[in-house]
């Protein structure tokens, strides 16, 4: 694989091969995490889907291909993000507790009481 890759990389102008070495790089990792991620059964070797992924490209192909990676996980990031301003935002407009005071409150005088009457009906 390494002697066709060396091929394809040699075939690109001067200035791609930069580029093309970065979109193995992504594909790479992209290949992990989704082995990872998608609980595959192992051994499945990330070089293997590699391998398949990038056969029969060329070049700009590849580097093509890890743009548009890329560009999903950009997406992905800021989907992620802005479900977690929502929470936030849901979060900030929830009544404030701060002036609740558990020890002093009726409640835990209901439920201290109740305990202590459960107790002593029992013990008698």
């Known amino acids: 694989m390494k002697s ?3 091929k394809v990389r ?3 102008p001067e200035d791609k091969r930069g580029e093309f070495d970065e979109a193995l790089s992504i594909l ?6 989704n082995i990872l991620t998608q609980g ?3 051994p499945i070797y990330p070089e293997q889907k590699l391998k398949e ?6 070049g700009l192909e590849i580097i093509a291909s890890a743009e548009d990676i890329k560009r999903k996980l950009q997406e992905e990031r800021k989907k ?7 929470k936030l935002e849901e979060k900030k407009h929830l009544p404030k507790m701060t002036n609740f005071s558990w020890l002093n409150s009726k409640l835990f005088e209901h439920v201290i009481t109740s305990k202590n009457d459960n107790i002593m009906t029992r013990k008698s």
């Open 53 to 58: 992924l990038i056969n029969g490209k060329t």
């Open 80 to 86: 992620h993000i802005l479900q977690e301003i929502k």
């Open 40 to 42: 595959m059964p192992l």
């Open 28 to 33: 790479y990792m992209s290949q992990m995490r």
């Open 10 to 12: 040699q075939s690109l």
């Open 4 to 6: 066709s890759i060396e």
